[in-house]
């Protein structure tokens, strides 16, 4: 009923204020129409040297009334010439006409719209051409006003017409402002009305679903439901019965069926972005083991492995406890935005990430890719001024090194790691960006590969629980062995480079990347002890 009453009250103000407009754009145009047709007048008031056509000698001669008529009207500018023309050819130019621009724009009283317009004012002599000129007149969609022909009158009409516009411009901004007040009033419940026509909308799609028992005079529904939902749905059925006066209640039955049921996993406004983001590449099947829960914790973890930066991460905490803390307040904001969506789903992932990146940026010691010298570096410069003003790059040695070849040994190492993180040294090292993106790399793929082990390890239960052994051995075991032969290999390669190789032999130290390509090629050196070799007989 409010609805309803406030739809017809807008109705009937739109429909007010458009004839209002009407009325002001027609007393505009005569207001023009008045001020220049005056003009015209003025113009053509006859002198002493004015002299008389035969014709009109002859006619006065003949004793009949010399009178001639005029009509007076606004026309759209572009339609003048051709208007014109059509008047010269229809009457044979027995009429005269007369035109001057309005100079200003003026808005037209049937489309609205903001149009330059000319005046016009026709003479003529006869019933006949009278008739012709209107047509004419409809026929170009000009505006015909009135416009008296004693002078005095004119004047009185055009003070009238002035005081008529000035309190139309005040009942129009009278208008405005109750249609201003009447739409902020509605402008308040128009949420919850999107909500509700939402809500209806959804229950009608979901009735026209339904099939229809003709016999029985009911409808009958088919759906799946979780066992546990149940109770609540019958709660709620026995509710609408109650509440819509139904005499008959809503029976909820429980069928056997062959069919496989939908998935579904249950979740909360936590999890909901995770497990968004596995259904992103693919659907569990029913009763299949949803990873959902182990992704809450690797998926932000490896992020924040190859991120690795403290100072994002602190950017992307701030952000995420913004949208976590204002949930309810921006739930219902800016939803129409796609992107928007995206980051306020993923809200609680995006929190995660920046904790977990804060976490690794500090054992990186990165901070917007700056160190931080919190507890002191392990390492000093114990080099003299003349050793450092001759050398263009120094290398800081692990044990006491020898440069000036005496018998005094500089100890640049305090044999004590740095208490958390990267030694804040790394940041002078020219070789920094080299050494910090491989050990990101490294430890991404360890990582990884074992967080790739644990997902092949998952499908054995699926395989368990639906009694299917034979997956195990056609796809389970050979899936483990391919990943253990290769990607467990790399790991071992990883570790194996890590212990053998230091800054004696760093220079000498095979590339993973291309031993791994050789491998799958099954392309080798053919010399036994190269150096691209990590141990003889690979």
Same mark, same amino acid.
């Given at each position: 009923a409010t609805f309803e009453k406030l739809d017809?009250?807008?109705?009937?103000?739109?429909?007010?204020?458009?004839?209002?407009?009407?009325?002001?754009?027609?007393?505009?145009?005569?207001?023009?129409?008045?001020?220049?047709?005056?003009?015209?007048?003025?113009?053509?008031?006859?002198?002493?040297?004015?002299?008389? *056509?035969?014709?009109?000698?002859?006619?006065?001669?003949?004793?009949?009334?010399?009178k001639l008529g005029f009509i007076t009207g606004v026309i759209p500018r572009e339609r003048m010439p051709t208007f014109e023309r059509m008047l010269w050819r229809v009457c044979r130019g027995n009429v005269f006409l007369k035109q001057a621009d309005i100079p200003e724009q003026v808005e037209d009283p049937i489309t609205g719209e903001?149009?330059?317009?000319?005046?016009?004012?026709?003479?003529?002599?006869?019933?006949?051409?009278?008739?012709r000129v209107q047509k004419i007149c409809e026929g170009f969609r000009a505006n015909i006003y009135p416009c008296p022909e004693n002078p005095q009158e004119r004047r009185e009409l055009a003070m009238g017409v002035m005081t008529r516009l000035e309190d139309l411009g005040v009942v129009l901004r009278q208008t405005q402002e109750h249609r201003q007040r009447v739409l902020a009033a509605t402008s308040r419940n128009l949420s919850t009305w999107?909500?509700?026509?939402?809500?209806?909308?959804?229950?009608?799609?979901?009735?026209?679903?339904?099939?229809?028992?003709?016999?029985?005079?009911?409808?009958?529904?088919?759906?799946?439901? *979780?066992?546990?939902?149940?109770?609540?749905?019958?709660?709620a059925l026995r509710k609408g019965s109650e509440q819509t006066g139904g005499t008959v209640q809503s029976v909820l039955n429980r069928m056997n069926t062959t069919e496989n049921p939908p998935t579904f996993n249950k979740s909360?406004?936590?999890?909901?972005?995770?497990?968004?983001?596995?259904?992103?590449?693919?659907? /569990?099947?029913?009763?299949?083991?949803?990873?959902?829960?182990?992704?809450?914790?690797?998926?932000?973890?490896?992020?924040?492995?190859?991120?690795?930066? /403290?100072?994002?991460?602190?950017?992307?905490?701030?952000?995420?406890?913004?949208?976590?803390?204002?949930?309810k307040t921006l739930k219902?904001?800016?939803?129409?935005?796609?992107?928007?969506?995206?980051?306020?789903?993923?809200?609680?992932?995006?929190?995660?990430? /920046?904790?977990?990146?804060?976490?690794?940026?500090?054992?990186?010691?990165?901070?917007?890719?700056?160190?931080?010298?919190?507890?002191?570096?392990?390492?000093?410069?114990?080099?003299?001024?003349?050793?450092?003003? /001759?050398?263009?790059?120094?290398?800081?040695? *692990?044990?006491?090194?020898?440069?000036?070849?005496?018998?005094d040994y500089v100890k640049m190492y305090s044999g004590v790691p740095y208490p958390f993180g990267l030694d804040p040294i790394w940041q002078l090292a020219e070789n920094k960006i080299t050494f910090t993106n491989s050990m990101k790399m490294k430890f991404a793929i360890i990582i990884g590969i074992f967080q790739?082990?644990?997902?092949?390890?998952?499908?054995?239960?699926?395989?368990?629980?639906?009694?299917?052994?034979?997956?195990?051995?056609v796809e389970f075991l050979p899936q483990l062995i391919f990943l253990i032969c290769i990607f467990f290999y790399l790991i071992i390669l990883i570790f194996y480079k890590w212990t053998h190789y230091d800054g004696s032999n760093a220079d000498i130290a095979p590339s993973l990347l291309i031993h791994l390509i050789d491998m799958i090629l099954m392309s080798y050196p053919n010399e036994p002890a190269s150096s691209k070799q990590f141990y003889p007989g690979q």
């Open positions: 017809h009250e807008v109705k009937e103000i739109n429909t007010n204020a458009d004839a209002l407009k009407r009325n002001f754009s027609e007393l505009t145009e005569l207001k023009h129409n008045l001020s220049m047709t005056q003009g015209f007048f003025d113009d053509a008031r006859p002198t002493d040297h004015d002299i008389v *056509p035969a014709r009109e000698m002859e006619i006065a001669a003949s004793g009949q009334p010399l903001k149009v330059h317009k000319t005046v016009f004012v026709i003479f003529f002599q006869g019933e006949q051409l009278k008739n999107q909500i509700k026509v939402r809500k209806i909308k959804a229950i009608y799609h979901t009735m026209n679903m339904f099939n229809n028992d003709v016999a029985r005079k009911c409808l009958i529904a088919e759906c799946w439901a *979780p066992v546990t939902e149940l109770d609540r749905i019958q709660l909360n406004k936590f999890t909901q972005g995770f497990q968004n983001l596995i259904d992103a590449y693919g659907v /569990a099947t029913y009763r299949e083991v949803n990873p959902m829960p182990y992704t809450v914790i690797t998926f932000p973890f490896l992020f924040a492995v190859m991120f690795g930066d /403290a100072g994002h991460g602190i950017i992307m905490l701030l952000f995420a406890l913004w949208m976590v803390l204002k949930e219902d904001k800016w939803k129409d935005i796609e992107v928007w969506t995206i980051f306020f789903g993923g809200r609680y992932i995006i929190l995660l990430m /920046a904790l977990f990146s804060i976490y690794t940026g500090m054992l990186y010691n990165d901070v917007f890719s700056k160190s931080l010298n919190i507890f002191g570096s392990s390492w000093r410069v114990g080099f003299d001024d003349q050793f450092l003003n /001759a050398s263009e790059t120094v290398t800081l040695e *692990p044990v006491p090194y020898n440069y000036t070849h005496s018998k790739m082990a644990f997902g092949v390890t998952l499908s054995m239960w699926n395989h368990l629980f639906f009694n299917h052994h034979y997956a195990i051995f």
